[in-house]
C-alpha cells in the first residue's frame, strides 16, 4: 500500500551501491509504518545504483531518486537529502544497513512518550550477506554532550531526529571526516540529552575496505574531532579517548 502522506523522511547517500541498495530499499518498504518518503541521493555513482533505484521509483511513488551535480562525500548528500526532506522526523540510513520492520514504528513511539527531539536505538553486527552476528550494540537511556565524548554509541543508522524540536541548519553536517559523530555532538550540546533505545532496530553491515573497519584511521578521525572541532586540550583529548577506545573494543568483541 502506497500513502503520499509523509511523517518520516528516509535519507540515503549512495554511491557506487549496487552491491546493497536494493535490499536497502526493501527494509524501508517492508516498515509497518507507511507514511514515509526514502530520499536517496546518489552522489555521483558510476555503477547502476540509479537505474536499480528508478526501478522501485517507477513502482513506489514514496521513493525519489535526488542526483547531485558533482561528488561530495555523504555528508553533502545527506545534507542535499535534509534539504529536500519533507518530513517532520528525519532519519539517515546508510546504503547497505538494514532495519527490522519496526524501526520506525518504534523509534517514533519512543520519542513521542518521551517528547524527545533527538533518539537513537541500538544495532547488531552483521555480515556482508546482511546476516546478524549475534554481537548487539546496547545503547544507554539518555546521553549527553559530555557523556557522547567518551562514548561514540550513536550510529547514524539508528537516529531519528524531530524537526519541531531541533532546528534543521543544526542537522547539516560539517564537511569533515566523522562528520555524523560531530553533527550528534554538536545536536547534544545545543539542546541537551539525546534518548537511547536500547533495541537493536539496526543491522550494521560491516563490509571489508569501509573506512570505520580502519582502526588507525577511526582514531585519528575522533582526534581530529576532539582537538579541531570541539577545541578540546590535549590533555582533555587523551582523557575521553581513553575511554572511547575502551567502549569500541567492547562493542566489537
Given at each position: ?178 562528520e555524523d559523530t560531530a553533527t550528534w555532538w554538536h545536536i547534544l550540546k545545543k539542546y541537551g540529552a539525546g534518548y537511547g533505545l536500547d533495541r537493536a532496530l539496526v543491522k550494521y553491515r560491516r563490509s571489508e575496505g569501509t573506512l570505520s573497519s580502519n582502526k588507525l584511521v577511526a582514531i585519528r578521525r575522533i582526534w581530529n574531532l576532539y582537538r579541531s572541532q ?24
Open positions: 500500500m502506497e500513502n503520499n502522506r509523509c511523517i518520516v523522511s528516509v535519507i540515503v547517500p549512495v554511491y557506487n551501491a549496487a552491491e546493497f541498495i536494493e535490499e536497502t530499499i526493501r527494509t524501508v518498504q517492508a516498515q509497518s509504518l507507511v507514511e514515509w518518503e526514502l530520499l536517496l541521493v546518489d552522489d555521483c555513482s558510476n555503477d547502476n545504483s540509479c537505474d536499480i533505484i528508478e526501478r522501485y521509483m517507477a513502482l513506489d511513488s514514496r521513493i525519489q531518486l535526488i542526483r547531485q551535480e558533482k561528488n561530495g562525500g555523504a555528508a553533502a548528500a545527506r545534507n542535499t537529502g535534509v534539504l529536500k526532506a519533507r518530513g517532520r522526523y528525519i532519519c539517515f540510513l546508510d546504503a547497505d544497513d538494514l532495519w527490522e520492520s519496526d524501526k520506525l514504528s518504534s523509534e517514533l513511539a519512543f520519542m513521542e512518550e518521551r517528547e524527545a527531539g533527538f533518539a537513537f536505538t541500538g544495532y547488531e553486527f552483521a555480515d556482508e550477506q546482511g546476516i546478524g552476528l549475534g554481537k548487539t550494540v546496547h545503547v544507554p537511556q539518555t546521553i549527553s554532550y559530555r557523556q557522547a565524548l567518551k562514548n561514540t554509541t550513536i550510529f547514524t543508522s539508528t537516529v531519528m531526529i524531530d524537526t519541531d524540536k531541533i532546528d534543521r541548519e543544526d542537522i547539516y553536517m560539517p564537511q569533515i571526516e566523522s570541539e577545541g578540546l586540550s590535549i590533555i582533555k583529548s587523551l582523557y575521553c579517548m581513553c575511554f572511547w577506545a575502551i567502549r569500541a573494543v567492547l562493542r566489537r568483541i
